[in-house]
């Protein structure tokens, strides 16, 4: 069988052909779902990567928000988010999750912890799938990223293998299928 051939269109979709007719698919949702998917998996597995900083970026935190910090400190390290305690509501980072080398890290925690907080920290399940998801919002792709052959083919395959294909963890369409039948008709 032939490669399949992807293409990018106006850096926000790759266009694929599949069985039925042209896939559609929206480049940054399906780069969100891969990684929730992985992020959620590191979580429940309890084995992240965390890439080590040489110099510690200092995070400070109001005393109200130390307690959720403390809850969701364990799943923060399963991301890959290495904190230290320095006394007085300031955590140095001293490991970041691999592969977010471009992103904010003081930013990343803080909005994690704010995330922690609006859920209420009641249900474990619940706190580590918002934390997941806002990193790998915070992750992925943007719309106008142009994505190379390799790249695409890895988003596609990746994304056909995930168990929730169609729709991003907060419920946004990740892609659309117009049938062959419905092409047909356009033309004639």
């Given at each position: 069988?032939?490669?399949?051939?992807?293409y990018?269109?106006k850096?926000?979709?790759?266009?694929?052909?599949?069985?039925?007719?042209?896939?559609?698919i929206?480049?940054q949702?399906a780069?969100?779902r891969l990684?929730?998917?992985?992020?959620?998996?590191?979580i429940?597995?309890?084995?992240?990567?965390?890439?080590?900083?040489?110099?510690?970026?200092?995070v400070q935190?109001?005393?109200?928000?130390?307690?959720?910090?403390?809850?969701?400190l364990?799943?923060?390290?399963?991301?890959?988010f290495?904190?230290?305690?320095?006394?007085?509501?300031?955590?140095?980072?001293?490991?970041?999750?691999?592969?977010i080398e471009?992103?904010?890290?003081i930013?990343l925690?803080?909005?994690?912890?704010?995330?922690?907080?609006?859920?209420g920290?009641?249900?474990?399940?619940?706190?580590?799938?918002?934390?997941?998801?806002?990193?790998?919002?915070?992750?992925?792709?943007v719309?106008?990223?142009?994505?190379?052959?390799?790249?695409?083919?890895?988003?596609v395959?990746?994304?056909?293998?995930?168990?929730?294909?169609?729709?991003?963890?907060?419920g946004?369409?990740?892609?659309?299928?117009?049938?062959e039948?419905?092409?047909?008709?356009?033309f004639?």
């Open positions: 069988e032939v490669a399949s051939q992807h990018q269109y850096g926000r979709f790759i266009l694929t052909s599949v069985k039925s007719g042209l896939m559609i929206d480049q949702r780069h969100i990684l929730y998917d992985r992020y959620l998996a590191q429940s597995s309890r084995q992240g990567a965390s890439q080590g900083v040489l110099f510690p970026d200092i935190f109001a005393t109200s928000e130390i307690p959720v910090l403390q809850s969701v364990e799943d923060l390290s399963f991301l890959g290495e904190l230290t305690d320095l006394g007085g509501g300031s955590y140095a980072i001293n490991g970041v999750p691999a592969g471009e992103l904010n890290p930013e925690v803080r909005n994690m912890v704010h995330t922690a907080i609006e859920k920290c009641k249900v474990k399940e619940e706190v580590q799938s918002s934390l997941a998801l806002s990193l790998a919002k915070a992750a992925a792709i719309p106008g990223q142009i994505l190379s052959s390799e790249e695409m083919v890895n988003l395959d990746g994304l056909l293998t995930s168990a929730m294909p169609n729709y991003t963890p907060d946004k369409i990740i892609l659309s299928v117009v049938k039948e419905e092409l047909e008709k356009m004639r």
